[in-house]
Nanobody
Framework: QVQLVESGGGLVQAGDSLRLSCAASGRTFSRYTLGWFRQAPGKEREFVARISWISGRTFYADSVKGRFTISRDNAKNTVYLQMNSLKPEDTAVYYC????????????????WGQGTQVTVSS
């Protein structure tokens, strides 16, 4: 059973930085895709970034490109989302997700989800 546990959310001011962590357990993740999604109140869940566990190849939503960085630590089975230059529109619940194959930006492609962590950016 795959388990994903996010941490690192909080309340920050515009321009600040945060680093989210997602601790993954229950599988060997070598062929998995790990992703970050977010959902703001009244909006649909949207893709933020993804990383291929085996290759480290990354992909970002245009809205976060150049500001956010996704990375993984194989030894710790943990995926990170470093968020810089945060904006009020980045306010959302951020979710970590995992897919057992190469996956894209559609949340329906991801089988496993964490409980989410709140990020609030004040102006």
């Amino acid at each position: 059973q795959v388990q994903l546990v996010e941490s690192g959310g909080g309340l920050v001011q515009a321009g600040d930085s945060l680093r989210l962590s997602c601790a993954a357990s229950g599988r060997t993740f070598s062929r998995y895709t790990l992703g970050w999604f977010r959902q703001a109140p009244g909006k649909e869940r949207e893709f933020v970034a993804r990383i291929s566990w085996i290759s480290g190849r990354t992909f970002y939503a245009d809205s976060v490109k150049g500001r956010f960085t996704i990375s993984r630590d194989n030894a710790k089975n943990t995926v990170y989302l470093q968020m810089n230059s945060l904006k009020p529109e980045d306010t959302a619940v951020y979710y970590c997700a995992a897919s057992p194959s190469y996956s894209g930006t559609d949340y329906s492609e991801y089988n496993y989800w964490g409980q989410g962590t709140q990020v609030t950016v004040s102006s």
